[in-house]
């Protein structure tokens, strides 16, 4: 079985009939500008609409982590600035403490800061996704994406 994030569906309107809570959010202004262009972009009709959506994805995201379990082959790609200070020494140490599940790894240089690097893994779902974690937390990772697969028997 193949799993992959699972996107964003804009007619999951299950909650439609209930009633709306009003929240107050705070944001940094570039994070709100940027989410605002990707609005824009896609046709929303209001930034309440979007952060309903985004919300959705987010939660719909954290179930399917949680669903996946077992002997799992993995692929993780990240993308990160190679100048943010210890990154590169972070990165390499967190793949040495997880030698038991990562097999390979590949780094592209993407632009003149940007790097993408694509992990194999291979072990305990459970495992598979603290790598990901790990490698998540760290300041200078910008994107990154863990993907598993079950392994032929
Ligand atoms: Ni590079």
């Not at 490698?135 to 028997?153: C, E, F, N, R, Y």
Request: proline share 1%.
């Amino acid at each position: 079985m193949f799993n992959t994030v699972l996107h964003t569906t804009r007619d999951d309107r299950m909650e439609s009939e209930q009633e709306l809570m009003r929240i107050g959010v705070s944001l940094p202004d570039n994070l709100l500008t940027r989410f605002d262009g990707i609005l824009s972009k896609r046709g929303y009709s209001s930034r309440s609409e979007g952060i309903r959506d985004a919300i959705r994805s987010y939660i719909r995201y954290y179930e399917w982590a949680s669903e996946v379990e077992g002997d799992r082959l993995g692929v993780i790609s990240l993308t990160y600035n190679h100048e943010q200070h210890g990154l590169i020494d972070a990165l390499a140490d967190i793949q040495h403490q997880h030698l038991d599940v990562i097999q390979s790894s590949m780094h592209f240089h993407a632009d003149a800061k940007t790097c993408l690097e694509v992990i194999t893994l291979h072990g305990d779902a459970a495992n598979l996704k603290k790598v990901a974690e790990d490698l998540m937390a760290l300041k200078g990772v910008q994107h990154l994406k863990l993907t598993t697969i079950s392994p032929i028997k």
